[in-house]
């Protein structure tokens, strides 16, 4: 399994574009063959900016791109629908996890159907 976690802080004029474009990217990648999981947290800031964390977890790095539209996590776009703009800053790592969809907890599992 693959998991992808995004991290920033969005500016405080474009948080409600992000949340758009948020729950547009959860509802695309929840359709796609290959999603283990997937969720968006934030955290508010007194400037009214916001720190978010997007996490998926995925079967394999062919569903990963599928749905990044790329093939190479050095080249493919940090936020699906959003860009640059929307961010202050913006991270994302990409990670191989120990277990298989296979060997997963239950919850993982549960979470997939």
Known sequence: ?????LQGRVLPDQTAVF????????DDA???DGLVYAQVGRQAYSDGSEG????????????????????????TP????????????CEVQHFESYETVETAPEDVKEARG
């Not at 399994?1 to 976690?5: N, S």
């Open 52 to 75: 978010i964390s997007f996490v998926s977890v995925w079967r394999d790095l062919s569903a990963l791109y599928a749905w990044l539209g790329g093939t190479d996590l050095l080249d």
């Open 78 to 89: 940090a936020f699906k629908n959003g860009g640059p703009a929307l961010f202050e800053q």
């Open 30 to 32: 929840r359709r796609r």
């Open 19 to 26: 949340r758009q474009q948020a729950q547009q990217a959860l």
């Open 1 to 5: 399994m693959i998991v992808r976690v």
